[in-house]
């Protein structure tokens, strides 16, 4: 019954590799995104997809490589993987990409790199 | 640009107490402005919104009224309880743009 689902919870791998967050959400939406939340608890948006298309791309590394093979799946990979990286990662739904929808965030994932 | 500022936390009550936390915008337009909730371990969920000026949104005894003249939205419950221990975030969207931009976050602790 989980509405926005991501995997995996916890992520703990070295510098230098890559590695993938998968979401899928089930709710129909149409719209799909990738936030970071560092330390501090400071939400900032990374990617949106609407229906498989991006249609908002922040100043992101090109390491990262959102990939969305259908409008209910969008996947985060993450090249060379740095320090900086450190962070819990939400994935998120909405209806539409107005922004006058609600989201609808998954439970985190927390990826360590060491 | 498009920024929401709020009260730096950890604010901590004792349960009953009466709650407000603070955030100001900056935006151009009319935006719409939401306070989400992050529960421990857990993603954030809308807890209310206000669309228009002079809206109050309200929920779980929660409210926040949009007040345009100074461009704040404050969150506030009368009685707190211990379960509503989180981080409260506010936010908004710009009316021109699509995307939802957060404030930093105010974590509560309510002590029983």
């Known amino acids: 019954d989980t509405a926005v689902s991501q995997t995996p919870k916890y992520l703990v791998t070295q510098m230098g590799n890559d590695k993938s967050i998968k979401c899928e959400q089930n709710?129909?939406?149409?719209?799909m995104y990738w936030y970071k939340q560092d330390s501090k608890k400071f939400l900032k948006i990374m990617f949106s997809y609407n229906n498989k298309e991006l249609i908002i791309n922040e100043t992101v590394p090109n390491r990262f490589s959102p990939k969305s093979p259908d409008k209910a799946h969008l996947n985060l990979h993450i090249n060379s993987l740095e320090l900086g990286d450190s962070a819990v990662y939400f994935c998120?739904?909405?209806?539409?990409?107005?922004?006058?929808?609600?989201?609808?965030f998954g439970n985190g994932t927390r990826l360590t790199v060491t | 640009g498009n920024s929401v500022t709020q009260m730096e936390g950890p604010v901590t009550l004792s349960e009953e107490a009466f709650l407000t936390i603070n955030c100001t915008y900056t935006a151009t337009g009319y935006p719409s402005l939401f306070w989400y909730v992050q529960y421990p371990g857990e993603g954030l969920q809308l807890l209310l919104k206000a669309t228009k000026a002079d809206d109050k949104g309200s929920n779980k005894g929660f409210e926040a009224t949009y007040r345009k003249e100074t461009t704040s939205f404050h969150l506030e419950k009368g009685s707190v309880q211990v379960s509503d221990s989180a981080v409260y975030f506010c936010a908004l969207k710009d009316s021109s743009a699509s995307k939802i931009i957060f404030g930093s976050g105010t974590r509560l602790s309510i002590r029983p």
């Open positions: 709710l129909g939406h149409d719209t």
């Open positions: 998120a739904s909405s209806q539409d990409g107005t922004g006058n929808s609600p989201l609808h």
